[in-house]
């Protein structure tokens, strides 16, 4: 085989030099079933090619990867080496805790606290952090800035500290976008190059979304925060050799229709066909016809379709996509010519490729959607939105509805301030937001031109709508100005509020107190429509209930409209000016208004200028401080700690510890987020975190968000499962039937918070377990929720399924994942959750995937023994377990050099 990977060393010419890169051409040429791989395979096969070094990536890897088999047994783990990382603030922030941390433990080792740095380029954008406390008014963007830094200076003191402790650490600072869509613009290269050795931009990021940088060809998606650092600091990414579906998308858009109204039916399409965990790729002269941008806004739904990635290879889009941004005419030549070279410019054609599934899509079938109330993937046709909401609204919850009667449906309520009652239905919040539809230029020049049109016709937006444009980067803002668009839409309460992720990922700021007392009051199911992608319970705002995802331009339609339960093919928006009603279609943008103004978001000058400095005009992250010095030295701070995680650390792991007389600390339905587990928006003086706070001084106002204080666990900890919206169903019903919700469980027969609980079964010394239905973790790529799981002293989860990375991030802090056999469920097995729990063989030694035994032992004395599937999935996985986790892996090899 070393003759095979020597012959691959092969040289191109591009602007005149020759550089050398490893080909997959040539492989194919002595492994013919190269040549039939799916595109996205050839990618990982070439970093795997790449990297051979005989010890953790060695010949067999590509032997076994380049004989992938479209229909075959997925057994083999694939030591994936990236080309980089990227991170978000909420995630990055506890990650570069957790450098500093392993800084201090190889200093008090004596060793060289340098060799904790991370081996890979890592860019941080700070994204997460700016809240829409202000918003309608032309001060709104420097409002919410001014309280982004006041409310975070010690986190960005600390990020500051960080780009100057780490030679490969940058932080793009707050203010300038989304990690995502500054992942398209700027920071994506097309191909590296390490000296004269040229390869593919391959990524992981913090993020599920990361998959958005799938629409430009490139390799990556989203990974715990844990897993990213494992990738920063030399260690391949593991996964099991996947599954790659192909999906054919023929015909074309019909005028009017939006890349938001086609990842939704791509969404609900998927989900159905069930794809998770799997690598998407999207193949035919459909896909052929989407702008880059557009490919964008698909790849970055792929979380909520439940794939790997969503892929599109590269062709002359993807070039025109670069030169438009900025890139040079020299970086466009050579990544044409690479992947020329490669064989992997254009998007195949329906045989050129063996895929594991095909399923093919017709662009022509695509109508106006929107996604909701409670899921992205429940998507809901325009024209059907009333008759559906109307429904939702008295259907019980386990159809997804509100269990409300239909009565109250039409009633209207006082809330105190002048003129403005409330209804079921009403809109109360309607933002622009989200990496998902600000990426695209289309969508948001629609939103303007609707905008601009509603403006001539005399429509207004109801004051007591929380309107809000937060644009994924600067560039956004600058376009619209320039198209004139940027005016209608503040005209219209779309203000710029910030450049980051705001609502979509809980950012929302808080209503006037006179309507949440109105909703709480009145049980109201107030409505949010968002150009998001994500719409979970309480994840947008604790009290709005009904939250839809929908295009730009609808999402300014509604606020307009001012409820969710209309029919805007055939109800008027409002009245116009001259007194007539004004319909939907009569202020639609046509697709040649779109096509006259798109050279507006095209012009490279603007990307190249706004993204030569970061810090112009930006004088609030100029005045951060920025603390110096290689290891860090931990201020007291209610938002930055020492993590607990490296406590104890030895040299040589410790023995696992067997599971004997665990107690539930919680038992789960089905579709558990990660919102769920780790929720990041808001919360009250009445929950555990609340309290620790008050307890250090911290007022109600500056207690800022769950995210935001990711880099303290203390906090952490107090917030895991504290979701206002989660449902333990160890806790009996009421006497209506409904259920309790948040985070609580039973403790000795009593109600009490899932922290006090799990604090007392800490100090009695009795090990916890959680038990849950199906799609376990499904949701963003928390961190959280695996580290405060296994700080609340949790040992095992056990469920009916996991989502991808929530399994793989229990695994990296050592605790088990285990999934119920057949159609064994905790209801089928008639648990209470007073019943103790042994997992005689949790303290190994474990093999990938082996049965274990889950025994349990009943109230009455009885004793059942059942067996599940444990989930730890590959070898590696298994010395992560062995070590404790992940961390404690990486820094043991760091330490031992």
């Not at 192909?246 to 858009?253: A, N, S």
């Not at 560039?475 to 198209?483: F, R």
């Not at 107690?663 to 780790?678: E, K, P, Y």
């Not at 039973?746 to 199906?774: H, M, N």
Request: contains cysteine.
């Amino acid at each position: 085989m070393d003759d095979v990977i020597d012959c691959t060393r092969s040289l191109i010419t591009s602007d005149g030099k020759q550089l050398r890169y490893c080909s997959l051409p040539a492989l194919a040429d002595r492994l013919p079933n190269v040549a039939r791989l799916p595109v996205s395979i050839r990618i990982v096969l070439e970093s795997v090619l790449r990297n051979v070094d005989g010890t953790r990536i060695t010949t067999d890897h590509v032997r076994q990867l380049a004989n992938w088999q479209a229909r075959g047994v997925r057994d083999s783990e694939i030591p994936f080496v990236v080309a980089r990382v990227v991170l978000q603030d909420f995630t990055g922030v506890p990650l570069l805790c957790d450098l500093a941390a392993m800084r201090n433990v190889a200093s008090d080792a004596g060793r060289d606290p340098k060799l904790i740095e991370p081996m890979v380029p890592v860019d941080l954008v700070v994204d997460h952090s700016v809240q829409v406390d202000h918003y309608g008014t032309p001060e709104a963007l420097r409002e919410n800035m001014e309280i982004e830094f006041q409310r975070n200076r010690e986190r960005y003191e600390f990020l500051k500290w960080g780009m100057q402790a780490f030679d490969t650490f940058k932080v793009v600072p707050p203010g300038s976008g989304i990690v995502h869509q500054i992942n398209l613009e700027h920071l994506f290269t097309g191909v590296r190059a390490d000296g004269d050795l040229l390869y593919p931009d391959t990524l992981v990021g913090t993020d599920s979304h990361t998959t958005m940088i799938n629409g430009i060809g490139v390799v990556g998606w989203g990974v715990g925060g844990i897993e990213a650092e494992a990738a920063m600091l030399g260690q391949p990414v593991y996964f099991l050799t996947p599954d790659v579906v192909g999906v054919e998308l023929t015909g074309r858009l019909a005028s009017g229709i939006t890349a938001t109204d086609l990842v939704l039916v791509i969404t609900e399409m998927l989900r159905r066909e069930k794809v998770v965990g799997t690598f998407v790729e999207f193949f035919g002269e459909g896909a052929a016809s989407l702008t880059a941008t557009d490919r964008a806004t698909i790849a970055n739904m792929a979380p909520e379709y439940g794939a790997t990635m969503g892929f599109f290879p590269v062709d002359a889009n993807t070039v025109t996509y670069m030169r438009n941004t900025g890139r040079s005419e020299e970086t466009c030549a050579t990544f044409e010519a690479y992947f020329r070279a490669q064989k992997l410019f254009g998007i195949p054609v329906k045989g050129d490729v063996d895929y594991s599934r095909e399923l093919t899509l017709d662009l022509g079938s695509i109508v106006p959607s929107l996604a909701g109330p409670k899921r992205p993937q429940d998507r809901v046709a325009l024209s059907s939105m009333k008759s559906t909401f109307d429904a939702l609204f008295s259907a019980p919850a386990s159809r997804n509805g509100f269990n409300q009667s239909p009565e109250a449906l039409a009633r209207r309520y006082e809330t105190g301030l002048d003129n403005i009652d409330l209804g079921n239905g009403d809109v109360l919040i309607a933002a622009i937001t989200s990496c998902t539809n600000t990426s695209n230029p289309a969508v948001m020049l629609a939103a303007g031109l609707l905008a601009k049109n509603a403006v001539a016709r005399g429509l207004r937006v109801k004051p007591h709508i929380k309107t809000s444009l937060a644009p994924g980067s600067r560039v956004v803002s600058e376009y619209l100005d320039k198209a004139g668009l940027l005016e209608p839409l503040a005209k219209l309460g779309f203000a710029l509020a910030g450049y980051g992720c705001t609502t979509c990922i809980g950012n929302s700021g808080d209503l006037a107190a006179e309507f949440n007392e109105a909703i709480s009051k009145h049980e109201l199911v107030a409505a949010a429509v968002l150009s998001g992608n994500r719409n979970f319970e309480a994840r947008i705002h604790p009290n709005i209930r009904a939250n839809f995802l929908a295009s730009p331009p609808l999402v300014v339609a509604f606020a307009i409209a001012g409820r969710v339960n209309i029919d805007l093919d055939s109800e008027p928006l409002g009245t116009g000016n001259d007194g007539k009603p004004v319909f939907l279609a009569d202020i639609w943008p046509h697709s040649d208004e779109i096509d006259a103004v798109l050279p507006f978001a095209a012009d490279p000058q603007t990307f190249r200028r706004l993204y030569s400095d970061f810090t112009s005009d930006n004088t609030l992250w100029d005045s951060i401080a920025a603390p110096d010095g290689e290891v860090y030295q931990w201020p007291r701070s209610t938002y930055i700690a020492r993590p607990p995680f490296f406590d104890g650390f030895s040299i040589e792991p410790g023995p696992i510890a067997a599971i004997e007389g665990a107690r539930a600390l919680l038992m789960l339905g089905d579709s558990v987020t990660t919102d769920h587990i780790s929720p990041a928006g808001s919360f009250s003086e009445q929950t555990p975190a609340g309290e620790w706070l008050t307890g250090k001084g911290v007022e109600r106002r500056d207690f800022n968000s769950y995210g935001s204080r990711r880099g303290n666990h203390a906090v952490m900890v107090r917030g895991t499962f504290a979701n206002v919206r989660i449902k333990n169903l160890m806790l009996p019903p009421r006497s209506d039937g409904s259920r309790i919700e948040g985070g609580f469980t039973l403790l000795d027969g009593k109600c009490v918070s899932i922290f006090e609980a799990a604090s007392t079964y800490q100090q009695r010394g009795t090990p916890t377990v959680i038990l849950a239905g199906e799609e376990y973790g499904t949701g963003s790529s928390r961190d959280w929720a695996a580290k405060g799981t296994l700080l609340l002293g949790v040992r095992a989860v056990v469920a009916r399924s996991f989502e991808r990375i929530h399994r793989s991030n229990l695994v990296g802090m050592g605790v088990l994942p285990l999934q119920f056999r057949g159609e064994d469920s905790w209801q089928s097995l008639e648990l209470r959750g007073d019943e103790h729990f042994d997992i005689p063989d949790a303290d190994g030694p474990l093999q990938p995937r082996q049965d274990l035994s889950l025994v349990i032992r009943r109230s009455d004395g009885s004793k059942d023994t059942v067996p599940v599937l444990c989930r730890i999935d590959t070898p590696i996985e298994i010395e992560y377990y062995r070590h404790g986790g992940i961390l404690p892996y990486v820094l043991r090899g760091l330490l031992q050099k």
